[in-house]
């Protein structure tokens, strides 16, 4: 059974930092794209970071660019978000999404900034 977990969500101050997890399984994770996406309430979801499958090339959405690295560990089957400077736009449901063979998605951690 494929499954992609995200955690590692939560409430933050602006320019507070947040680490996300996506936890994958049931498929060949090694030979997958790795992306994250995010949703704000009442707008479309968006493209936030890619990983290769290889780990050696990573792309960003431009207002995340110099704040936000997405990484893996291909022998944990995990991709991580590191997200510093947080700000209030970065609020949204942060998804993972897997795209290879097959495209699979997980069920989305809040990341909230606020005061």
């Known amino acids: 059974q494929v499954q992609l977990v995200e955690s590692g969500g939560g409430l933050v101050q602006p320019g507070g930092s947040l680490r996300l997890s996506c936890e994958a399984s049931?498929?060949?994770?090694?030979?997958?794209?790795m992306r994250w996406f995010r949703q704000a309430p009442g707008k479309e979801r968006e493209f936030v970071a890619r990983?290769?499958?290889?780990?050696?090339?990573?792309i960003y959405k431009d207002s995340v660019k110099g704040r936000f690295t997405v990484s893996r560990d291909n022998e944990r089957n995990i991709m991580y978000l590191q997200m510093n400077n947080l700000q209030p736009g970065d609020t949204a449901l942060y998804y993972c999404?897997?795209?290879?063979?097959?495209?699979?998605w997980g069920q989305g951690t809040q990341v909230t900034v606020s005061i």
């Open positions: 990983i290769f499958p290889r780990g050696d090339r990573t």
């Open positions: 999404n897997a795209l290879g063979t097959y495209e699979y």
């Open positions: 049931g498929f060949r994770f090694q030979y997958y794209d």
